[in-house]
């Protein structure tokens, strides 16, 4: 019977409570420990539009993805997964009416608890007023340049680009991504051939996808792998594209990818050259290669014709090494990425952790990065990621940087020589008891030389 009374008494005061939050004029939400919408009052419910119901029981996820159409697309109210480890932060709420509209409101999450430990939900109270759509985003109550500051960031590049494009590599500030942008924007309002330059995990086939899927009324893409590949499947291919008896009537729209196609030999160069150069074909051209095509002809090792052909638009891609400045964006990019894809939310990195990604080499380039924040995601035991989350190969890298590099040593070889026989006379003597004659004999010299070499190695006026 007490346990009944209790319960009687916790529904009496939770009825109280929504009664209370309803009747406040700023729109309000609850989420509980596991970021669940549990609660939402009227003035939020007001501000969402009808679809607010169909929010309650859904789990905000932290990131910036594209979200599919319909009601679970109008609201992105995932607090800053910071706010879970305690103390009041600031951010923006945002949503998309029903005219496409992007509606942004500056919220302040309160954590619900009397200490992280216990802390059981959280409170998020928004503004009433809309933020002006070109207002700058007021200060964040993290350090400069925060992970909340940088969710904003990757959240306005993905509005302003989603009609244009999705090229999430091409995120960030360094003067070779701007310009990297600007060629694909030209790319995808032409049909021309594109040629994608770029070390490997530079992005190359990611941002040739993009081109061609933000082309109006795209077809297929048919990707080719140039470095496996032989000459009779990519004759076979390329004639079957140029009949249309791959694709039908959508071959005239369809797009053929080469990709790596600067490891053609020099047969297979000719056998594609005189497909494409000779006879008409329809579908778009989009080829990627690590080394310039253009170079490649230079010195004699690719076929000028087919080099001009693919590359009416080249698009460098610079390595990640290049473009350091874009790195806490990216890493933000794809830690967003592994929220929306898993239960886990991350608000972002420390600074620690950002400069041991800054002092890594990335070799691998952006792809290299994706996987090291996957992993790190999956390691990190608190709301950011530390430097202890980061993989091995991070901490290695550190510790090899920190380690001064080993001086070489260089040999001079008649010197060491000199040396080697000085010590070998000297003991030849001490064992002839002084007698040149018995340590010439040891040294299997005769004694004139012996007594030269003691001259020239200064062992005896």
């Known amino acids: 019977m007490p346990g009944v009374l209790r319960m009687a008494r916790s529904r009496i005061h939770a009825v109280e409570l929504a009664r209370l939050l309803n009747s406040v004029p700023q729109p309000i939400y609850v989420l509980d420990d596991d970021s669940t919408i549990v609660f939402v009052n009227h003035a939020c419910r007001s501000w969402l539009g009808p679809a607010a119901d169909e929010l309650l029981g859904s789990r905000a996820a932290y990131h910036s993805e594209p979200q599919e159409t319909g009601p679970k697309s109008l609201a992105a109210l995932c607090p800053p997964p910071q706010s879970m480890a305690g103390g009041e932060l600031s951010g923006n709420i ?3 009416d029903a005219d496409g509209k992007l509606l942004r409101r500056r919220a302040k999450f309160v954590p619900l608890g009397t200490c992280p430990e216990d802390q059981f939900g959280l409170l998020a109270i928004l503004d009433t007023d809309d933020l002006p759509e070109a207002a700058a985003d007021p200060p964040a109550t993290l350090p400069e340049e925060s992970s909340i500051e940088l969710h904003e960031r990757i959240g306005r590049f993905r509005r302003e680009a989603a009609g244009r494009y999705r090229a999430d590599r091409l ?5 070779a991504v701007r310009r990297a942008r600007r060629q694909v924007e030209l790319a995808v309002g032409s049909r021309a051939a594109v040629l994608l ?5 530079s992005g190359r086939q990611h941002t040739a996808a993009t081109i061609h899927y933000a082309s109006d009324s795209p077809g297929s893409l048919v990707p080719l792998d140039c470095s496996v590949l032989g000459a009779e499947l990519i004759h076979s291919a390329v004639i079957a594209l140029a009949t249309g008896k791959a694709l039908g009537e959508e071959s005239t729209r369809s797009t053929l990818l080469l990709n790596h196609v600067d490891q ?13 150069v000779n006879r008409p074909f329809s579908p778009r051209l989009l080829a990627t290669c690590e080394e310039s095509l253009v170079e490649l002809a230079r010195k004699g090792r690719y076929r000028a014709d087919l080099a001009e052909l693919l590359g009416t638009i080249v698009i460098e891609l610079p390595p990640l090494a290049q473009r350091r400045e874009d790195l806490p964006l990216l890493a933000q990019l794809f830690l967003e990425a592994a929220n929306a894809r898993g239960t886990r939310q991350i608000g972002g990195f420390t600074p ?9 080499s990335w070799p691998g380039n ?3 990065l994706a996987e090291v924040v996957a992993e790190s995601h999956r390691h990190a035991a608190g709301p950011s990621v530390g430097v202890k989350d980061l993989p091995e190969k991070i901490h290695l890298a550190a510790a090899a940087a920190a380690r001064p590099p080993r001086q070489e040593e260089t040999i001079v070889l008649d010197e060491f020589l000199g040396r080697v026989e000085r010590e070998l006379i ?13 340590a010439a004999r040891l040294l299997g010299m005769t004694r004139p030389r012996l007594y030269r070499r003691l001259i020239q190695l200064q062992l005896e006026e």
């Open 94 to 96: 945002s949503r998309v």
């Open 264 to 276: 053609l030999s020099a047969d297979v160069q000719s056998e594609l050259a005189g497909q494409l």
């Open 197 to 201: 330059v770029g070390p490997p995990g």
């Open 352 to 360: 620690e952790a950002i400069d041991a990604l800054h002092a890594y």
């Open 426 to 438: 000297r003991r030849a003597l001490a064992r002839a008891k002084g007698n040149k004659a018995k």
């Open 366 to 368: 952006i792809d290299e």
């Open 171 to 175: 995120l960030g500030d360094s003067p």
